[in-house]
């Protein structure tokens, strides 16, 4: 089983920076495939970025909405997750979550879609206002 909590949301002006925290426990090896989800109220909620650290080069994906803006990075000695956000803009008002599953290999991408991963945080509220 793995747990997930994340932290670090709040409110930030249009063109503010945000990092998000997911610190994760339970057995969290390399090859499990991590990520963030968005999910703003009447939409459905969306791959932001994936980390795919199953070989010794991590491999990142980003939705195109957010490429260039944020990253996504995973320090496993602490066995965290995290999301700089940066340029950030009122349309990136959401509920961000973090989550986690085992994947095929190749499969580790923010394409593969939510209902692949089976691990959820509770999520953490990111606002941005103009």
């Known amino acids: 089983q793995v747990q997930l909590v994340e932290s670090g949301g709040g409110s930030v002006q249009a063109g503010g920076s945000l990092r998000v925290s997911c610190v994760a426990s339970?057995?969290?090896?390399?090859?499990?495939?991590m990520g963030w989800f968005r999910q703003a109220p009447g939409k459905e909620r969306e791959g932001v970025a994936i980390?795919?650290?199953?070989?010794?080069?991590?491999?990142?994906s980003y939705a195109d909405s957010v490429k260039g803006r944020f990253t996504i990075s995973r320090d496993e000695a602490k066995n965290t997750l995290y999301l700089q956000m940066n340029s950030l803009k009122p349309e990136d008002t959401a509920m961000y979550y973090c989550?986690?599953?085992?994947?095929?290999?190749?499969?580790?991408?923010?394409?593969?879609?939510?209902?692949?991963?089976?691990?959820w945080g509770q999520g953490t509220q990111v606002t941005v206002s103009s």
């Open positions: 989550a986690a599953a085992y994947l095929p290999w190749g499969r580790c991408s923010v394409y593969v879609g939510a209902r692949q991963f089976n691990y």
């Open positions: 339970g057995y969290t090896p390399s090859s499990l495939c």
């Open positions: 980390i795919d650290s199953a070989d010794s080069v991590s491999r990142t």
